[in-house]
């Protein structure tokens, strides 16, 4: 079945250190990923997104990774800062459905300073 | 630009009664999502809408009804509550089907309902 997961439910980096988050998707047929940041008490915000036509996208200090043989994305975080902390969640998006997005459980990121 | 807002922001309701809750957007966008979060679990959507006076199920619709009367409205309904739907609702639009950044869903702060 259509299922978006995340390899761990927790992260704890140090402050200036490199976060890297995981995400593992089952519909081939998916063909637009984004990942999404949700502090706590607010509705996820958008980060970055990939399209199944790219391996590698960057933003400002992320960057998204998408390996279309394993299924696999990742979203990597430069220097993670305090304000970093918050809950990341990989979401799959089926265009042939509405738009419709399945998410992953979210991955719970600590930022020690 | 406002972005996508929820009212209310929390509820608590006894078992049984009946509750509407709203989202509004000002971003001109077509789609329109209702969707729970509960503790541990990533989001799931309830129903969702299409454009204007079209409205279809999500992954977990029952006991919710939604409406879309306006193109910058979205409506949940509750119409008889259960514990179990104890949860925060968030509600996103986009502009289109999502197939870029342009296009991606934005979500409102979400509404913590709590049903006793």
């Known amino acids: 079945g259509e299922s978006v997961g995340l390899h761990l439910p927790t992260l704890s980096v140090q402050e200036g250190d490199n976060s890297i988050i995981n995400c593992a998707y089952s519909n081939s047929a998916s063909d637009y990923f984004i990942w999404y940041k949700q502090e706590s008490g607010k509705g996820p915000q958008f980060i970055i997104d990939i399209r199944s036509n790219m391996d590698k996208r960057q933003g400002q200090r992320v960057t998204v990774l998408l390996n279309k043989t394993v299924k696999h994305l990742s979203l990597q975080i430069a220097a993670t800062q305090p304000g970093d902390s918050a809950v990341y969640f990989c979401a799959e998006n089926i265009y042939n459905q509405g738009g419709k997005l399945i998410f992953g459980q979210g991955t719970e990121l600590s930022v020690k300073p | 630009n406002a972005g996508v807002t929820q009212t209310p922001k929390f509820r608590v309701l006894k078992t049984g009664q009946s509750m509407t809750l709203l989202c509004a957007q000002d971003?001109?966008?077509?789609?329109m999502y209702w969707y729970r979060q509960d503790p541990g679990m990533g989001l799931r959507l309830i129903h969702y809408?299409?454009?204007?006076?079209?409205?279809a199920k999500g992954e977990v619709p029952d006991g919710y009804n939604v409406s879309r009367l306006k193109k910058q409205n979205f409506l949940l309904g509750l119409e008889s509550a259960a514990p179990s739907q104890t949860s925060v609702y968030f509600c996103?639009?986009?502009?289109?089907?999502?197939?870029?950044?342009?296009?991606?869903?934005?979500f409102g702060p979400g509404t913590r309902l709590l049903v006793l």
């Open positions: 809408s299409v454009g204007e006076g079209t409205t």
């Open positions: 971003m001109n966008h077509e789609y």
């Open positions: 996103a639009s986009s502009f289109l089907a999502g197939r870029s950044f342009q296009e991606t869903q934005y």
